[in-house]
């Protein structure tokens, strides 16, 4: 069974900096991971993608965010990170990770993390 595991969540000042990390661990059934990616949903509103990083290492962002969010991956770790730094309130969300994972005998599905809340606010 795979699992994307979140953490790195909090509450932070305005200005503040914040690492979120998510792992995939399946039991040595993981066969290969493509896109990982971060999302969030605030109250209210829909989930909306953050940002995204290819098997490669190409990486898209959403305006909102771009130039204070880093998105990063670990291949070797199965482990995607999303620096936040600059944190504003209206960052305010649950931030998610999904996986698109190649997963022996179950094929390609896409895996979402718990979610790990972060809060901004001083």
């Known amino acids: 069974q795979v699992q994307l595991v979140e953490s790195g969540g909090g509450l932070v000042h305005p200005g503040g900096s914040l690492r979120l990390s998510c792992a995939a661990s399946?039991?040595?059934?993981?066969?290969?991971?493509?896109?990982m990616g971060w999302y969030r949903q605030a109250p209210g509103k829909q989930r909306e993608l953050v940002a995204a990083i290819t098997e490669g290492g190409n990486t898209n962002y959403a305006d909102s965010v771009q130039g204070r969010f880093t998105i990063s991956r670990d291949n070797y770790k199965n482990t995607v990170y999303l620096q936040m730094n600059s944190l504003a309130p209206e960052d305010t969300a649950v931030y998610y990770c999904?996986?698109?994972?190649?997963?022996?005998?179950?094929?390609?599905?896409?895996?979402w993390g718990q979610g790990t809340q972060v809060t901004v606010s001083s």
């Open positions: 399946g039991r040595g059934s993981i066969f290969s991971i493509y896109g």
């Open positions: 999904k996986s698109t994972i190649n997963v022996l005998s179950r094929g390609v599905n896409d895996y």
